[in-house]
């Protein structure tokens, strides 16, 4: 997901609005000060969850995923063994596509979005809580455990606090990692930080980097990234993406 913008020009196309979360599809002209022919899927029509070029459907529209494809594919070029947890409208599972990848996705309607909607048409996720389904994966089995999984309050307490990384870091092999894709609010984000904190405790390697803005006030797109083995990436492919000391 990246966060919130200025929506002009909109089109919506499907609509849920319910007490736990609102999500939007909509089709607009802009989007974060690009013009073209772009369909969202959305939180209340304001947090992106997930957008695609309609006149280019395979590109990366949103700079995280090609991000955080990046560091996999720099960390462990013959990786093969993916868990994601949070689906959105596909764009990371259809880059994944010929890898043994196993996708938890907690909302139905999402799921069915991805397809019906964004032309998702890769391996299905599988409906239901993502720690709970990671918890059923064998020891040592995986490459990345990535978490892409978002409310409209930002990513749950529940996937980025000391048990999960626990859990993440016994699923790895001895060359994996865990990404995670959150949020940082203004120029020093205590809930960040401390996310952060914890993954460095559990994990003998980490790296933190953030999408920088104009205004340091903005809420921002950062991508958390722990391992047992160096983390690696090339900075000018990583989408914009900078490395930072601290949150």
């Known amino acids: 997901m990246r966060w919130r913008l200025r929506v002009v020009n909109v089109n919506v196309i499907w609509k849920r609005t319910s007490p736990d979360q609102s999500l939007t599809v909509y089709e607009t002209t802009e989007l974060y000060g690009e013009r073209g022919r772009f369909r969202v899927l959305a939180f209340s029509e304001a947090a992106v969850q997930g957008a ?38 596909g764009t990371m599972p259809g880059r994944l596509q010929g890898k043994r990848l196993r996708i938890a996705e907690l909302d139905a309607d999402v799921a069915e979005l991805s397809a019906s909607h964004f032309g998702y048409r890769g391996v299905p996720p599988v409906i239901g ?96 990234v722990g391992g047992s083995s160096p983390i690696r990436y090339q900075a000018r492919r990583m989408a914009g993406f900078v490395e930072v000391d601290r949150l």
């Not at 459907?57 to 720099?74: G, I, K, N, S």
């Open 52 to 89: 695609i070029d309609l006149s280019d459907p395979d590109r990366f529209v949103l700079e995280y995923p090609r991000a955080m494809l990046h560091v996999m594919e720099c960390t462990d070029p013959t990786f093969e063994d993916v868990f994601l947890i949070g689906h959105g409208v």
């Open 129 to 224: 809580d993502g720690r709970l389904l990671l918890e059923r994966e064998a020891p040592q089995s995986l490459d990345f455990v990535v978490v892409d999984a978002f409310t409209e309050d930002g990513v749950p307490d529940r996937l980025v606090d000391a048990d999960f990384f626990r859990l993440a870091r016994e699923k790895l092999d001895d060359r994996g990692a865990a990404l995670f894709n959150v949020t940082v609010r203004g120029e020093r984000d205590l809930r960040t930080s401390s996310v952060f904190a914890a993954l460095r405790a559990e994990f003998a390697y980490a790296k933190a980097f953030v999408l920088p803005s104009a205004n340091a006030a903005d809420q921002r797109n950062a991508i958390l």
